[in-house]
T-cell receptor, first 110, second 116 residues
Framework: DAKTTQPNSMESNEEEPVHLPCNHS???????IHWYRQLPSQGPEYVIH???SNVNNRMASLAIAEDRKSSTLILHRATLRDAAVYYC???????????FGPGTSLSVIP | EPEVTQTPSHQVTQMGQEVILRCVPI?????FYWYRQILGQKVEFLVS????????KSEIFDDQFSVERPDGSNFTLKIRSTKLEDSAMYFC??????????????FGNGTRLTVT
């Protein structure tokens, strides 16, 4: 499995935007970039995914670098409920499973 | 919004006992998974299941583990003879209706297994 690198932890102030970075320099042409998050005491939750173009949904935006070697998950306005571990995952288009790394633990300060 | 449900939320068992963890995936999904998370550690893949057979399994999923879809709605994980190190949170997930490739996984909120 291709690997991703994320900061261990980040902090954000409530109601401010958060940019969560992810490096994936060995990404292959058929790898999709997936983001999941895990709130305390809950199962992982899908956030967003993309291949080449930037993506938006009701939860977040995903900005993908032109060379695809990095991406950024953007939470437009952090709330206390966004405090979670965020996982950036590469998943081949034909891959059945999702493999989790350690992720980034996001703290949101009131 | 449909969701994956897991029962029980917490199971305590003695070492050497058999345990069955139960999951009801989202109804039109065809791909099913079990993951586990030992306290303070990352989420680990155990097994994937499609068309009534195992698609892929990890090194963790040894002969002590088995999965079954006994009817049209339930998906179970059995541990035959539990060990202390099996204590963890076990998550069930499902994805994908017919023709949905690379679709996201939907996870349940887990069963906490404590082996004493």
């Amino acid at each position: 499995d291709a690997k991703t690198t994320q900061p261990n932890s980040m902090e954000s102030n409530e109601e401010e935007p958060v940019h969560l970075p992810c490096n994936h320099s060995t990404i292959s042409g058929t790898d999709y970039i997936h983001w999941y998050r895990q709130l305390p005491s809950q199962g992982p939750e899908y956030v967003i995914h993309g291949l080449t173009s930037n993506v938006n949904n009701r939860m977040a935006s995903l900005a993908i670098a032109e060379d695809r070697k990095s991406s950024t998950l953007i939470l437009h306005r952090a709330t206390l409920r966004d405090a979670a571990v965020y996982y950036c995952i590469l998943r081949d288009v034909l891959d059945d499973k999702v493999i989790f790394g350690p992720g980034t633990s996001l703290s949101v300060i009131p | 919004e449909p969701e994956v449900t897991q029962t029980p939320s917490h199971q305590v068992t003695q070492m050497g006992q058999e345990v069955i963890l139960r999951c009801v995936p989202i109804s039109n999904h065809l791909y099913f998974y079990w993951y586990r998370q030992i306290l303070g550690q990352k989420v680990e893949f155990l097994v994937s299941f499609y068309n009534n057979e195992i698609s892929e399994k990890s090194e963790i999923f040894d002969d002590q583990f088995s999965v079954e879809r006994p009817d049209g709605s339930n998906f179970t994980l059995k541990i035959r003879s539990t060990k202390l190190e099996d204590s963890a949170m076990y998550f069930c997930a499902s994805r994908g209706g017919r023709g949905e490739y690379n679709s996201p996984l939907h996870f349940g909120n887990g069963t906490r297994l404590t082996v004493t």
